[in-house]
T-cell receptor, first 113, second 113 residues
Framework: KAGVTQTPRYLIKTRGQQVTLSCSPISGHRSVSWYQQTPGQGLQFLFEYFSETQRNKGNFPGRFSGRQFSNSRSEMNVSTLELGDSALYLCASSLGKTVGEQFFGPGTRLTVL | GENVEQHPSTLSVQEGDSAVIKCTYS??????FPWYKQELGKRPQLIIDIRSNVGEKKDQRIAVTLNKTAKHFSLHITETQPEDSAVYFCAASPAGGYQKVTFGTGTKLQVIP
């Protein structure tokens, strides 16, 4: 099976702009989670989608949003970018029926100037 | 919400020695505890996980122990090898089909040849 893929791999934006990141899960996986990874903060949970519905949300401002399509592909959007949004954004997919192993994508490195 | 603390943040061991990483969690409802390994520049990958109905689990040189009463769990790596050098993340997740995984801040393990 093909692994989790994310596009784009690198992004450079300026403050105030918005950005959309994409994640394609492993075939058959219905759950997609998004994480922000920064040095010293580890992986911080953004949100999780299952069958096109947001099931869980972390403690991030409303500028961070997402959605999931019927083919389980997911997008994450960040509006009004701030310097502090610079990070590696990882998505992870899982079967979703019960909590279990997550398979991570390679991440999108976002730099906000 | 759940809070996972992980110690130490860095750990150096000689090749062949053992390494122990410890984590505590706050939410007594958590019952799934995975450990992920992230090599430099790569995506996190699950190395072992444990559920709350089990006190210990082993997989070759890796073992995880769980003490639900004290709300802590640990990763043990024996006979460490240079390829064990990586950042290790513990995590906790509540019961049910929800992938709401809270990660610790990571331990950078360096195995010195």
């Amino acid at each position: 099976k093909a692994g989790v893929t994310q596009t784009p791999r690198y992004l450079i934006k300026t403050r105030g702009q918005q950005v959309t990141l994409s994640c394609s899960p492993i075939s058959g996986h219905r759950s997609v989670s998004w994480y922000q990874q920064t040095p010293g903060q580890g992986l911080q949970f953004l949100f999780e989608y299952f069958s096109e519905t947001q099931r869980n949300k972390g403690n991030f401002p409303g500028r961070f949003s997402g959605r999931q399509f019927s083919n389980s592909r997911s997008e994450m959007n960040v509006s009004t970018l701030e310097l502090g949004d610079s990070a590696l954004y990882l998505c992870a997919s899982s079967l979703g029926k019960t909590v279990g192993e997550q398979f991570f994508g390679p991440g999108t490195r976002l730099t906000v100037l | 919400g759940e809070n996972v603390e992980q110690h130490p943040s860095t750990l150096s061991v000689q090749e062949g020695d053992s390494a122990v990483i410890k984590c505590t969690y706050s939410d007594s409802a958590s019952n799934y505890f995975p450990w992920y390994k992230q090599e430099l520049g790569k995506r996190p990958q699950l190395i072992i996980d444990i559920r709350s109905n089990v006190g210990e689990k082993k997989d070759q040189r890796i073992a995880v122990t769980l003490n639900k009463t004290a709300k802590h769990f640990s990763l043990h790596i024996t006979e460490t090898q240079p390829e064990d050098s990586a950042v290790y993340f513990c995590a906790a997740s509540p019961a049910g089909g929800y992938q709401k995984v809270t990660f610790g801040t990571g331990t950078k393990l360096q195995v010195i040849p």
